[in-house]
């Protein structure tokens, strides 16, 4: 799928056939996971037989993910091979990013976003930009690349606006700035000081993590869209995302349009998008298509 890139997802679990493995290649190094029994039986074949096809430099086992608990496997993370880089430093997009590949976010990355990037070249250009739940500065990083005049990055974790900070410098991208800040409340804040922002990129953490948590998760995006969508310029850009796979596509949607008819605006729907291609969708189970991106004009 993607000749040109030493980064991407190589194994998608059951998007390509192999449920409960997640394989990820950062340049020289790879990244596996194993999320079910039977998988984590196997993972010695599985990374033999990854390291005789790929010969990397570097293999991690980063089986922190919760899932485990279910099946009753430990929480933890292993070197197989090799001695990780502190300073990997991967192409995702059209910009470069430093990685923690034993630390970081899922594998290190979040790397079904990166095709989304791409579409802010349409958008972006001389447009006053938020970037909320920024992480290690992916949306608002290809926004100043694609021309925007400012963009600031909101993150509750320091350790991400750090990282953020960090990757603008490693691009050059001098219209980027950080704030560690509760994004509910800065919302809020700029909603009652009248600030506006032409472009506002809202890609939060996944608040459904079953259905038991459906109505309270809704709720929280519900939220978080209404005061975005306060604070957009005329003709301004909402791009609003959903990782829970529990929130199907129409049910996004209706969240959205409620959203949008408290704040009493009007908006066109330009696209729906989901997960880069490197994490697949198979027609017959609907659990893989877990990625919503809607990219919303104001009208």
């Not at 000749?3 to 998007?15: K, W, Y």
């Not at 991690?60 to 292993?78: F, M, T, V």
């Not at 349409?122 to 909320?132: G, H, I, K, Q, Y």
């Amino acid at each position: 799928i993607f000749p040109e890139r030493n980064t991407f997802r190589l194994v998608h679990s059951a998007g390509d056939f192999v449920p409960g493995l997640m394989v990820d290649k950062y340049d020289d190094h790879i990244v596996v996971q194993a999320n079910t029994l039977g998988i984590d039986r196997m993972l010695p074949t599985i990374v033999k037989s990854l390291d005789e096809l790929l010969r990397p430099a570097v293999i991690i086992a980063r089986n922190d993910s919760r899932a485990r608990e279910s099946e009753g496997l430990p929480c933890e993370k292993k070197i197989l091979k090799g001695k990780p880089n502190p300073n990997l430093v991967v192409e995702v997009g059209k910009l470069k990013f430093e990685v923690d590949t034993l630390d970081g976010q899922k594998t290190g990355l979040f790397l079904d976003q990166g095709e989304n990037y791409l579409r802010l070249e349409e958008f972006a250009r001389s447009a006053r930009t938020l970037d909320c739940f920024c992480y290690s500065g992916g949306w608002g990083l290809h926004a100043a690349f694609f021309g925007a005049k400012e963009v600031l990055g909101i993150d509750s974790s320091p350790v991400a606006i750090e990282r953020a900070r960090s990757n603008a410098r490693l691009n050059s991208l001098e219209s980027c700035s950080y704030r560690e800040a509760n994004v509910f409340e800065l919302l809020k804040s700029f909603e009652q000081t009248r600030e506006r922002f032409d472009l506002i990129i809202l890609d939060p953490p996944a608040y459904v993590k079953s259905r038991n948590t459906l109505a309270e998760g809704l709720k929280a995006y519900k939220q978080v869209n209404l005061s975005a969508m306060k604070i957009l310029n005329p003709n301004g850009i909402l791009i609003s995302c959903s990782c829970s796979y529990q929130v199907t596509e129409e049910v996004f949607l209706n969240m959205l349009r409620r959203a949008a008819s408290v704040a009493g605006r009007t908006f066109r729907i330009l696209e729906m998008r989901t997960q880069s291609r490197d994490h697949p969708v198979l027609l017959s189970i609907k659990e893989t298509e877990y990625l919503k991106c809607a990219l919303l004009s104001v009208a």
